[in-house]
């Protein structure tokens, strides 16, 4: 069974810094990417990572958040720095393989001004 269980959201102050983890579970992923949903908005591409370490960033994020993966513990981090009340959302874990896409349940990141 595939799993992506994610962890590390919470309430921060704005200029705070947080860093979510996903962990994966049953198949190895392609790619791997965070997705943000914040109210009554669509979700959006954070980051992503590739196998090869390969990244790419929206330019909201771009020079504030950095995403990582330990391939050995099928796992990828989100360091988010530098933290604005628009960031406030809900942060998706989401990895990638040839047939199929798999979605992680969500954390609420809540930054305050």
Same mark, same amino acid.
């Given at each position: 069974q595939v =799993? *992506? %269980?994610?962890?590390? #959201? #919470? *309430?921060v102050q704005a200029g705070g810094s947080l860093r979510l983890s996903c962990a994966a579970s049953g198949t190895i992923f392609n790619a791997m990417a965070w997705?943000? =949903?914040?109210? #009554?908005?669509? @979700?959006?591409? %954070?980051? %992503?990572? /590739? +196998?090869?370490?390969? /990244? +790419?960033?929206? #330019?909201?994020?771009?020079? @504030?958040? /950095?995403?990582? @993966?330990? +391939?050995?513990? +099928?796992?990828?981090?989100? =360091?988010?720095n530098s933290l604005k009340p628009e960031d406030t959302? %809900?942060?998706?874990?989401?990895?990638?393989?040839t047939s199929y896409d798999y979605w992680g349940q969500g954390t609420q990141v809540t930054v305050s001004s």
């Amino acid at each position: 069974q595939v =799993q *992506l %269980v994610e962890s590390g #959201g #919470g *309430l921060v102050q704005a200029g705070g810094s947080l860093r979510l983890s996903c962990a994966a579970s049953g198949t190895i992923f392609n790619a791997m990417a965070w997705y943000r =949903q914040a109210p #009554g908005k669509q @979700r959006e591409l %954070v980051a %992503v990572i /590739t +196998n090869g370490g390969s /990244t +790419n960033y929206a #330019g909201s994020v771009k020079g @504030r958040f /950095t995403i990582s @993966r330990d +391939n050995a513990k +099928n796992t990828v981090y989100l =360091q988010m720095n530098s933290l604005k009340p628009e960031d406030t959302a %809900v942060y998706y874990c989401k990895g990638f393989t040839t047939s199929y896409d798999y979605w992680g349940q969500g954390t609420q990141v809540t930054v305050s001004s």
